[in-house]
T-cell receptor, first 112, second 114 residues
Framework: KNEVEQSPQNLTAQEGEFITINCSYS?????LHWLQQHPGGGIVSLFM???GKKKHGRLIATINIQEKHSSLHITASHPRDSAVYIC??????????????FGKGTKLSVIP | KAGVTQTPRYLIKTRGQQVTLSCSPI?????VSWYQQTPGQGLQFLFE???????NKGNFPGRFSGRQFSNSRSEMNVSTLELGDSALYLC?????????????FGPGTRLTVL
């Protein structure tokens, strides 16, 4: 079973700050997703990664397969970025079969 | 394009009862996954259905079951409800296997077991 650790658990930032959220896992994986959950409960998929780096607007996600670690960066943070960020790791074992484990989430609050 | 819809949005049941939740995926999406979210355990994977077949399953007891219909709509059922089943139940749909395809989440069904 994959152990997924996210840090920090809670993060408070001033508007405009650069933010980093980390996700580490114990067993090699096939893919990692970053999810965003707003206070109302709705979840949005931000990134799907299996290697390297992806960028979308002010959000950047990286993954280091050898170190079993992924980071989500938010540049020029804004109050609307306040949400819980969750990483999800997929361990694909073939023939469409996989194990899926979630991190506990990082609660981000961005203060104006 | 309509998003993922879940019904009902809120549900109150008592211990021992059973419940059925429904999920309608985005048109054209063939994969539907179900998740349970609680304050203590966070998000947990229940199961995934693809073309009417359960393809993957999380670590939940047999009281939790599901099915998918030919139009890709899915239902999940929980029998013999326990207090610990109180949770937000989310479904998500994707074109194909969720590892490499973006998932679109529904608003969830909040189940309270008394």
């Amino acid at each position: 079973k994959n152990e997924v650790e996210q840090s920090p658990q809670n993060l408070t930032a001033q508007e405009g700050e650069f933010i980093t959220i980390n996700c580490s896992y114990s067993v090699g994986i096939s893919a990692l997703h970053w999810l965003q959950q707003h206070p109302g409960g709705g979840i949005v998929s931000l990134f799907m990664l299996s290697s390297g780096k992806k960028k979308h607007g002010r959000l950047i996600a990286t993954i280091n397969i050898q170190e079993k670690h992924s980071s989500l960066h938010i540049t020029a943070s804004h109050p609307r970025d306040s949400a819980v960020y969750i990483c999800a790791v997929y361990d694909f074992s073939g023939a469409g079969s996989y194990q899926l484990t979630f991190g506990k989430g990082t609660k981000l609050s961005v203060i104006p | 394009k309509a998003g993922v819809t879940q019904t009902p949005r809120y549900l109150i049941k008592t211990r021992g009862q059973q419940v059925t939740l429904s999920c309608s995926p985005i048109s054209g999406h063939r994969s539907v996954s179900w998740y349970q979210q609680t304050p203590g355990q966070g998000l947990q994977f229940l199961f995934e259905y693809f073309s009417e077949t359960q393809r993957n399953k999380g670590n939940f007891p047999g009281r939790f079951s599901g099915r998918q219909f030919s139009n890709s709509r899915s239902e999940m059922n929980v029998s013999t409800l326990e207090l610990g089943d109180s949770a937000l139940y989310l479904c998500a749909s994707s074109l194909a296997v969720p590892l490499y395809n973006e998932q679109f989440f529904g608003p969830g069904t909040r189940l309270t077991v008394l």
